[in-house]
């Protein structure tokens, strides 16, 4: 690792100091002797106050069920019989929990060496005039301000820049294919000029109102989601002229110091790894610092007892919570489990090793916890690092996280052992409990709820044919090809979940029940939100196997995309796939232009598997 660097600070502002009126009478500047003695004994009250209360605090048992057995958790234990320098003296927060006299007399001495100091400070203060004072906290106002500065002007270190194959692959020889690739390109174009037109710096568009749009993950501020989302399709596609116009807003609007309470998760996929993507794409340094001030933003979110992130945290004051609804304030899998990849692009391109460490931090931790069957649960308290509610999907809540796992060890170059076991220990298990064949003969994977199998699968668990595919290269005793055939067969299921509906759109989840395969059946799972999973699906396995009916059934896709939500002023989301005349939801995700149209227009030159993968390692973040 070299040398860590100093990272650019977005634009703190230090707010000026306001005295208020003058507490004391113009025609003196110093206070009366009987003045100063009642405001020091009030304050030496105080502070005795303060680090006597230090004696009643809760013995240290309760806090013992945040030790995960990770060093600096929250208070480390040391075992008297390993380790300890004196083993016939138990420390403070020993395992038999009892105060050493000797340790307890050095704390009194402390706590009376930092009460003596502190009146010892309050006394050379009050001896000073309030135009003293004044002058030393511009003083230390003025250094920091300059710190603030100096730190700001250092730039980043320079990294090369990998020689990413295949991004400028040219047109494909076949016509009818180049002619699909221009289509899927024109829809492109229709969706970004309506936002450009119509929602220009939101986070998001409603076409059918034709105006902004956002929602709660990313807070209350207009931080222009849909143009870092769509730099590295915009890139690719060719679409210079427009990759510029958001360039431009980036480095000029894009603004992170404001009070907004964001998604963890969300920023750091959409954002954080937009421009990640659009600086290995383009190499244009604006999009590094800007990931790196947004990733300094997100730190305090990993400040909690355990170190697992919180769900939120307020960009301006770094407070953190996380959803009411995740059992019991749990933090869940596929958001903390979802930030390694980026964060280790981080630290390789700024030379800070903090960011490699949150997030190795996290995965230390899971790797010491006991799994239910061998299965990751979708919920972690960040305060005591307890499992919630044993909930385990490949869906929403917990997909990416294996995802993510499996794309370390790739962008490791294979290297990064620990992940890929942590991948393959999960896929067994999740094979084990979660993976069915339903009557009809179609796989696919339910939900594992206390004990007991959901049969029932979401859109959103349809990326896991194409990370099965990815996955089937060093998968454990040569099942390379039983892993193939697994994503295959997903993506079969996944494509009847789209095929046995009005629209050919697949709906939000669907059931295996009974007679019911593939089909939902609560009217609140029949949406499509322009989602990109089961293209992703076809995408890997098009690539893997050259098989066509994956080429011809994501321009199926499109076409049904194409037909049922397009829209005048861009493309909108359906209420129910299962009629053949549609409601719209009103909203164009930024993920339908970032991931969906990327991958359905997927179909560039053919790449050797090595050359694809390399591509991949720096891409992965949506390309790939």
């Known amino acids: 690792m070299t040398t860590p660097a100093l990272l650019p600070l977005s634009g703190r502002r230090i707010p000026p100091l306001n005295l208020g009126p003058p507490s004391f009478p113009h025609h003196r500047a110093t206070l009366r002797l009987s003045e100063k003695f009642i405001l020091l004994l009030i304050l030496s009250a105080f502070i005795t106050l303060c680090f006597g209360a230090f004696f009643f605090l809760p013995d240290s048992s309760k806090h013992k069920r945040f030790d995960l057995g990770l060093e600096d958790v929250l208070i480390p234990h040391v075992d008297a019989s390993k380790g300890a320098k004196n083993p016939g003296v138990f420390l403070i927060h020993g395992p038999d929990e009892h105060r050493h006299r000797e340790e307890e007399e050095r704390l009194r001495n402390k706590i009376r060496a930092d009460h003596e100091k502190a009146l010892e400070e309050a006394k050379e203060k009050l001896k000073k005039s309030r135009e003293e004072i004044r002058a030393e906290i511009q003083t230390e106002k003025n250094k920091v301000v300059q710190e603030m500065k100096t ?57 059918i109102a034709r ?29 210079h002229d427009e990759f510029r116009d958001g360039q431009k807003w980036i480095e000029h609007n894009l603004d992170f110091s404001v009070n907004s309470e964001v998604s ?12 990640l993507a659009a600086y290995y794409l383009s190499g244009e340094e604006i999009f590094k610092i800007k990931a790196v001030q947004l990733a300094e933003k997100l730190l305090p979110a990993f400040n909690t007892p355990t170190g697992i992130p919180w769900a939120m945290v307020n960009l301006k004051s770094g407070v953190g919570r996380n959803w009411g609804w995740a059992s019991a304030g749990s933090s869940i899998l596929a958001e903390f489990g979802t930030l390694h990849m980026e964060f280790v692009h981080l630290s390789y391109l700024t030379g800070d090793p903090v960011y490699y460490r949150k997030v190795m931090h996290i995965r230390k931790l899971l790797q010491k916890m006991d799994r239910p069957n061998g299965l990751y649960p979708n919920y972690l308290n960040p305060r ?31 290297t990064d052992h620990e992940a890929r076991k942590m ?25 594992w709820k206390n004990g007991h199998l959901e049969k029932k699968m979401g859109h959103l668990a349809c990326f896991a044919g194409g990370m099965f595919a990815l996955g089937a290269d060093g998968s454990r005793m040569d099942k390379a090809g039983h892993y193939l055939e697994l ?14 509906t009005a629209l050919k759109l697949g709906p939000e989840s669907f059931k295996f029940d009974g007679a019911v395969e593939a089909v939902a ?5 029949k949406y499509y939100i322009l989602r990109p999973e089961v293209i992703e699906t ?87």
């Open 151 to 207: 730190k700001e002007k250092k730039p980043l270190p320079p990294v090369p820049i990998p020689n990413l194959i295949g991004i400028d692959g040219g047109d494909p020889e076949d016509n009818d294919i180049r002619k699909k690739r221009e289509k899927i390109k024109e829809m492109m174009k229709h969706a970004w000029d309506n936002y450009r037109i119509y929602g220009w710096g939101h986070n998001e568009l409603r076409p």
């Open 264 to 275: 963890v998760f969300e920023v750091n996929i959409r954002f954080i790894g937009g421009l």
């Open 487 to 500: 994503g295959a067969e997903i993506a079969r299921t996944c494509h009847e979940s789209y095929d046995r």
């Open 423 to 447: 991948y393959d220990d999960a896929i067994e298990a999740i094979e084990k409990h979660l993976i069915k064949k339903s009557r009809g003969g179609l796989t696919f994977i339910g939900e």
């Open 211 to 239: 105006k902004g749009h956002s929602t709660n993950i990313f807070g209350s501020s207009q931080m222009g989601a849909t143009i870092v989302d769509a730099l590295d399709t915009l890139y690719i596609m060719g679409l």
């Open 538 to 624: 076809y995408w890997y396995l098009w690539r893997f196997t050259h098989d066509p009916r994956y080429r011809q059934w994501g321009w199926e896709a499109a076409l049904a995309i194409e037909k049922y939500c397009r829209v005048s002023g861009g493309f909108s989301g359906v209420k129910d796939v299962y009629s053949s005349t549609p409601t719209h939801d009103d909203v164009q995700q930024s993920f339908f232009l970032a991931e969906t149209l990327n991958e359905v227009a997927g179909d560039r030159e053919p790449l050797t598997l090595q050359e694809f993968q390399e591509t991949c390692l720096y891409l992965s973040i949506y390309i790939c």
């Open 384 to 414: 005591t690092g307890r499992w919630g509610q044993y909930h385990t999907s490949v869906g929403g809540l917990g997909d990416s996280f294996y995802e993510y796992l499996l794309k370390a060890w790739l962008m490791s170059d294979k």
């Open 521 to 525: 059946v609560r009217q609140a799972e």
